[in-house]
């Protein structure tokens, strides 16, 4: 299995800016998560899917953050405009509830970089 | 409701010593326990989990945990710390529905030779 894959791995960007990070879960997974992580605020739960369909976006920061999941092997987290603060790595991790098993698969990372 | 505290942002440890980990839970149901890793410029990945079975949990690389409830610890340990131990460790502990994990803000491991 080739986990959960993200791109860009790494994201320089204007301020202004539209930036769309993307995230391929496990094949099979039913839920999606996306994180943030900065050395302030360590690794903070944006918002996550059940069966491509949000569950709870209480995570995210403002309005200038979206995310979707068009269907089971995609997701996007989009920010327009963009600002410094938003500077980042953005993770996306999945996992599958059947059989109790609920454990996280993490993958690589977006490193944004808002200038 | 749920939440972690780590205790000690940073640990210092010998080569070849005891490597404890500090974990403490807070939760309003039974939790499902976890450590992850994450090494440097890398994703975070799973060591070892308690749901609810063993209290005695064993992971990858050695490592182990022991859930102890009256004390609402999950503590992390390693007999004996090796030089690619040297990482940053999360604990965590699943929500009521066991989907959403709350972290802990993350404990650096330093390993010295």
């Known amino acids: 299995d080739a986990g959960v894959i993200q791109s860009p791995r790494h994201e320089v960007t204007e301020m202004g800016q539209e930036v769309t990070l993307r995230c391929k879960p496990i094949s099979g997974h039913d839920y999606l998560f996306w994180y943030r992580q900065t050395m302030m605020r360590g690794l903070e739960l944006l918002i996550y899917f059940n069966n491509n369909v949000p569950i709870d976006d209480s995570g995210m920061p403002e309005d200038r953050f979206s995310a979707k999941m068009p269907n089971a092997s995609f997701s996007t987290l989009k920010i327009q405009p963009s600002e410094p603060r938003d500077s980042a790595v953005y993770f996306c991790a999945s996992s599958l509830s059947a059989e109790n098993n609920y454990e996280q698969y993490f993958g690589p990372g977006t490193r944004l970089t808002v200038t | 409701a749920q939440s972690v505290t780590q205790l000690g942002s940073h640990v210092s440890v010998s080569e070849g010593a005891l490597v404890l980990l500090r974990c403490n839970y807070s939760s309003s149901v039974p939790p499902y326990l976890f450590w992850y890793v994450q090494y440097p410029n890398q994703g975070l990945q799973l060591l070892l989990k308690y749901t609810s079975a063993a209290t005695l949990v064993k992971g990858i690389n050695g490592f182990e945990a022991e859930f102890k409830k009256s004390e609402t610890s999950f503590h992390l340990t390693k007999p004996s710390a090796h030089m690619s131990d040297a990482a940053e460790y999360f604990c965590?502990?699943?929500?009521?529905?066991?989907?959403?994990?709350?972290f802990g803000s993350g404990t650096k491991l330093n390993v010295k030779p």
């Open positions: 965590a502990v699943s929500g009521p529905n066991f989907n959403k994990f709350y």
